[in-house]
């Protein structure tokens, strides 16, 4: 489409204005964790050199070795279980036909729209009277209960659109249902469910609620945790926060700006398919 | 809305019309491919929901035995200041969240209606939608830097001659619920813009092309195409950011942990604060429930102005 020069000039401006809006908080971080100790802490300021000693600082007085390797662990679970569960009932909620499928699907439906408030008090008792409350089961098993209702979901319409030939081929060459999902119509689906993963495994990192609740071991701490006790310690120590924080962000952030693409279509898509 | 075709295709009609027309067959297997998800769903999700409603009923420290107090508990929803105050906040939050965005961004979609199509509209919206992808603890601990004395806030105000103004934002009583809500108005914006961006990139051209040789101006255009076009967007972004709202508890946790006073308190951080601080469970579980029928029933009033699908 052409667009008049005048016009598109305006494009960029009102673009590049809000484009900047959205990213100055995130440069003045960077800017800070850069920011030798030396210089004003807070604001907007160019460094007077380039100092990467906040970030060896913030690692060492905070444990987010630790912090890091327990986010890893509990993502990686959760992303893990929550592909292979919302396959399964994926693949039966969009191609089999069973008694009670729609009232099973819209129960699940619910978990979608519901704060994490409507089931973590009574969960966290429940939790503690089994003896799980501080340990990865804690923070594993609700964190995927929470993203199944989102990836069956996306994992059934998926499914939906699947052509229904390509499986009736399957089936006559005698291949049993499981077959048919791996073999056939797993493979073809694999960008949908990278994009559940990723979206999955963005919520499941930045999770602060259930860690807060369900964790009091520091060495279970995940890094957003890990962030706001390290927060409380330092209040007044906006390079070393900017550190830590940036040290947080990274893996989510990396991973967006190599795929961001499937990033937003996902969340778009996800969310207005709602 | 793709639930609105949950009737369209008939579970199975593709086996039964190979098999010349009879009832689908009941696939028991089914239960199989379903109970796992179903049984970690219901454990740790279903059920604690259904233990909430009924927590909502007694007074419980959280270690003692507790009473039953019917609906004691819903009723101070309304009579406790403290509580009917944070859901107020909440109110302010939608405003901040919701209103603001979706109403900036579009106007901002009305004046450059044709963005979609430009040369490196990709890096704008990777940047435009980058907010969304940060934790929100990081999210607050940047904006606690911005809000201090002497962060960028204090210095932009500096800068253009309001030093009179400057202060501790997020420690003042009047500005602290506010400067929360301006965040989740940046975390808004560029969602927005980016979800109506890509609504009108799809409207046909010439559907613009016919309102301007009828001579329609900008504003005839954006009211009578731009929009109606772009209800299913809107719709989209209510949700979200009213949902956003009305969630909001790691901000004000990390930020202000309800203070100064009582000025920042919302239903989820006063659920939180209420079952694991204060040891008043049935009270938190009531606004729990509370919160929850609010965000269900304002999220089924947006679907109001979807449109229906009609394929």
Same mark, same amino acid.
């Given at each position: ?8 000039? @305006? ?31 807070a ?13 060896? !600082?913030?690692?060492?007085?905070? &444990?987010f ?11 990686i ?11 399964f ?19 699940? @439906? ?6 994490? !408030? ?53 089936k ?5 249902d ?7 119509v ?27 609740i ?5 060495? @279970? ?8 006790f390290? &927060?409380? &310690?330092?209040?007044? !120590? ?26 937003i ?10 | ?29 089914? =239960?199989? =491919? ?42 101070a ?10 859901f ?40 435009l ?6 934790s ?45 809500g ?27 092309? $016919? ?41 004000? =946790? ?13 239903? $989820?951080?006063?659920? =939180? ?12 579980? $009531? ?25």
């Amino acid at each position: 489409m052409r667009i008049a020069r005048r016009e598109a000039a @305006l494009n960029y401006l009102v673009l590049g204005v809000f484009s900047l809006f959205a990213v100055v908080p995130m440069v003045g971080v960077l800017l800070s964790a850069v920011t030798p100790t030396t210089d004003p802490q807070a604001g907007f300021h160019l460094p007077s050199s380039f100092d990467l000693g906040n970030f060896v !600082e913030a690692w060492n007085r905070g &444990q987010f070795s630790t912090y890091l390797r327990s986010s890893l662990t509990v993502t990686i679970s959760v992303v893990i279980l929550t592909s292979i569960l919302s396959i399964f009932a994926g693949f039966a909620f969009a191609r089999l036909h069973f008694p009670g499928k729609n009232v099973l699907f819209f129960l699940l @439906l619910a978990g979608l729209m519901l704060p994490a !408030e409507a089931f973590i008090i009574p969960l966290y008792y429940d939790l503690r009277g089994a003896g799980l409350t501080d340990s990865y089961w804690a923070l594993i098993l609700p964190q995927t209960a929470q993203s199944l209702a989102f990836g069956v979901f996306w994992m059934r319409n998926q499914f939906r659109t699947f052509p229904g030939e390509i499986m009736e081929a399957g089936k006559m060459d005698g291949a049993s249902d499981l077959r048919v999902l791996w073999r056939i119509v797993v493979p073809p689906s694999v960008p949908a469910i990278t994009t559940m993963c990723l979206l999955v495994a963005m919520w499941t990192w930045n999770e602060f609620l259930i860690p807060l609740i369900m964790v009091s071991s520091e060495n @279970l701490r995940t890094a957003p945790l890990g962030l706001a006790f390290f &927060q409380g &310690q330092h209040i007044t !120590e906006y390079s070393l926060l900017a550190a830590a924080g940036t040290i947080v962000a990274l893996p989510i952030v990396l991973l967006y700006f190599f795929l961001q693409r499937r990033f937003i279509s996902g969340m778009l898509n996800g969310i207005s398919s709602r | 809305m793709r639930l609105a075709t949950t009737n369209r295709t008939i579970p199975g009609a593709s086996t039964t019309r190979a098999r010349s027309g009879r009832r689908p067959r009941v696939q028991w297997k089914a =239960y199989l =491919y379903v109970l796992p998800a179903f049984v970690v769903f219901a454990v740790f999700l279903g059920i604690p929901v259904v233990q909430t409603a009924q927590y909502s009923l007694f007074e419980w420290n959280g270690i003692g035995p507790s009473t039953w107090v019917g609906l004691q508990n819903y009723v101070a929803l309304f009579t406790d200041v403290k509580l009917r105050d944070s859901f107020l906040h909440a109110g302010v939050m939608i405003f901040f969240y919701s209103v603001v965005p979706v109403t900036l961004a579009l106007v901002l979609t009305a004046v450059i209606s044709r963005a979609a199509h430009l040369r490196g509209m990709s890096v704008f919206r990777t940047l435009l939608f980058l907010p969304q992808v940060v934790s929100s603890v990081v999210v607050a601990t940047t904006w606690i830097s911005i809000y201090s004395p002497e962060g960028l806030a204090n210095q932009v105000l500096r800068a253009i001659g309001l030093g009179s103004i400057t202060r501790a934002w997020l420690g003042d009583f009047d500005t602290a619920l506010p400067a929360i809500g301006l965040i989740g108005s940046w975390l808004g914006i560029g969602l927005c813009l980016v979800l109506f961006l890509s609504g009108v990139a799809n409207i046909p051209r010439e559907l613009f092309e $016919a309102a301007r040789m009828d001579g329609a101006g900008a504003l005839r255009e954006f009211f009578g195409i731009t929009l109606p076009a772009l209800r299913g967007q809107i719709a989209v972004a209510l949700t979200l950011t009213v949902v956003a709202a009305l969630k909001t508890f790691d901000l004000v =946790y990390v930020t202000t942990r309800g203070g100064p006073g009582n000025s920042t308190s919302l239903p $989820a951080f006063e659920a =939180y604060n209420r079952a694991f601080t204060t040891g008043q469970v049935g009270s938190a579980a $009531a606004v729990a429930i509370g919160l929850s029928v609010l965000i269900l029933v304002i999220t089924a009033v947006i679907q109001k102005i979807q449109p229906e699908d009609v394929e």
